[in-house]
């Protein structure tokens, strides 16, 4: 081993290609740093001009009549699903999307069951939905997964005809337009978005968002996301809490928002690269057009260990999204016991996600390719 002192620069290691680089995310922004220092000298750090532009510029974005800026993802599926159902109800969602749903739902008091998924997308179909209602359930959670908009026309309407609500967790889809070429979000009765810095549209924290076109909805979930004030100090709703998007994190999305459009391009163009170049056993789940915003780049394999192995030696980060179904999740699981979700349980260990955001260059994404042709 040649000593730091004696070692020739162009032999250093080679960097891993990570599966995010946050730094990377804001390294070209302008004006950011100005407009973190404008709000801490303004001295106004909460639901001050910052949050009502933010909320005006994404209402605009995902043509919503009504945003509410909350603390993240979670809290905004929460907040949907407690003003939506009230003190109890049974939340249908798949179990695939990382827990968050059924975090947000035993929040909200509620009970959740599970649909299973495509085997092609990997996402919850009207079909699938169809085949798990019970009459218990009383809102159904579309999760637009991996960045793909889900059939949510198709969903609403089976829904609607029985008298169902529909929440959409758009936290991986901002951006995606429907086969109709309704964005995301603004088809269900209520939409919940995050801003966690990994996301296609992240923050410099955490933050959320709701969306919905119903008067009566969007100042439900305000009065909740407000300890239940009706007013100031006078509580008049049970169940409120404190949710809120912080100044810094609103001036900051709001500045990231333009760029939005291109970025997802981007990550479009990246997977696209990644499908073409994966070998025959390990194939990369298409992210093509509007309809779909390539948060992660998934692949199935025929021997996940082996690949992520083969990966690893390469320099190659990966990670799963996710590994454990929500029905088997330990917390969960005791509820669960009869759950069968078979599709959802043969993806889960076939999985693997590869390094995706916009600012990879062209020798990681070389090198990603590589290591999808070679396996
Ligand atoms: C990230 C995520 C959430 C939760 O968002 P947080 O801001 O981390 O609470 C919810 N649903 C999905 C599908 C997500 O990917």
């Known amino acids: 081993m040649p000593t730091s002192a004696t070692r020739d620069t162009s032999l250093k290691p080679v ?35 910052e949050t009502k532009s933010w909320e005006q510029a994404l209402a605009a974005y995902v043509d919503a009549k009504h945003v509410v800026a909350v603390a993240s993802g979670t809290d905004a599926l929460a907040l949907a699903l407690r003003a939506l159902s009230g003190p109890s109800g049974t939340v249908l969602t798949a179990a695939n999307c990382g827990g968050y749903t059924t975090t947000a739902a035993r929040q909200a008091g509620l009970a959740v069951r599970y649909c299973d998924v495509d085997e092609a997308t990997h996402l919850m179909t009207a079909e699938t939905v169809a085949a798990a209602l019970t009459p218990d359930v009383t809102v159904v959670v579309v999760t637009h997964l991996y960045g793909r908009a889900a059939e949510i026309d198709e969903i609403f309407a089976l829904c609607s005809a029985r008298g169902i609500m529909v929440v959409e967790d758009c936290a991986q889809a901002i951006g995606a337009r429907t086969t109709h070429g309704r964005s995301v979000g603004s088809v269900g009765h209520m939409g919940a978005f995050s801003f966690y810095p990994t996301k296609n549209l992240g923050a410099i924290g ?6 919905t076109a119903s008067d ?13 004030w009706s ?37 479009r163009a990246i997977v696209a690269r990644y499908v073409a170049a994966a ?4 194939s990369v789940l298409p992210a093509e057009g509007q309809g779909h915003v390539a948060h992660l780049a998934v692949a199935v394999a025929d021997d996940r ?5 083969h990966a690893q030696a390469l320099g190659i980060d990966t990670g799963v999204h996710y590994p454990i179904p929500d029905h088997q999740q330990a917390a969960f699981r005791d509820q669960n016991a009869d759950v069968r979700l078979p599709v959802t349980e043969a993806l889960a260990s076939s999985i693997v996600s590869l390094p995706l955001f916009p600012e990879l260059t062209e020798d990681e994404i070389r090198r990603v390719e590589r290591a999808l042709s070679s396996f």
């Open 305 to 309: 260990n082996a690949f992520t192995e």
């Open 206 to 211: 955490d933050a959320g968002a709701i969306v």
């Open 216 to 228: 009566d909805l969007a100042s439900a979930v305000r009065r909740l996301a407000q300890y239940g």
């Open 231 to 267: 007013s100031k100090y006078e509580i008049a709703t049970v169940g409120g809490q404190n949710s809120r998007t912080d100044e810094v994190q609103a001036a900051v999305l709001r500045r990231k928002l333009p760029h939005l459009d291109s970025a997802n391009e981007r990550r």
């Open 15 to 49: 960097q891993r290609v990570p599966m995010n680089d946050l730094k990377r995310s804001v390294a070209e922004l302008k004006g950011l740093d100005e407009a973190i220092v404008g709000v801490l000298k303004s001295g106004w750090w909460l639901q001050g001009p």
């Open 279 to 282: 070998s025959p056993r390990i």
